[in-house]
Nanobody, 116 residues
Framework: QVQLVESGGGLVQPGGSLRLSCAAS????????MSWYRQAPGKERELVAT????????KYADSAKGRFTISRDNAKNTVYLQMNSLKPEDTAVYYC?????????WGQGTQVTVSP
């Protein structure tokens, strides 16, 4: 059974940091590109960051560049999103995504709220 379980969301003040984690199981994690998406109320889901394997190449949305860092630990089947200098506009539900040869898996999401 495929599972992607996100954790690490919460309430943080502007300028603060959070580290999201996504634990994967039920598929060969190392074969999959892993991404973080987010969806704010009333908006479409958008790609935040992707990390591929092998090689670990990364890609970021312009809004995430310089503030967010995606990483993966293939030994732990886990992908992370380190988010620094958070802004109110980063408030959204953050979703973990796995993709390989047009097969996609999604997590249930974790809420991130950036507010004074």
């Amino acid at each position: 059974q495929v599972q992607l379980v996100e954790s690490g969301g919460g309430l943080v003040q502007p300028g603060g940091s959070l580290r999201l984690s996504c634990a994967a199981s039920g598929f060969t994690f190392s074969n999959y590109a892993m991404s973080w998406y987010r969806q704010a109320p009333g908006k479409e889901r958008e790609l935040v960051a992707t990390i591929r394997n092998p090689g670990g190449s990364t890609k970021y949305a312009d809004s995430a560049k310089g503030r967010f860092t995606i990483s993966r630990d293939n030994a732990k089947n886990t992908v992370y999103l380190q988010m620094n200098s958070l802004k109110p506009e980063d408030t959204a539900v953050y979703y973990c995504n796995a993709e390989h040869l047009n097969t996609y898996y999604w997590g249930q999401g974790t809420q991130v709220t950036v507010s004074p």
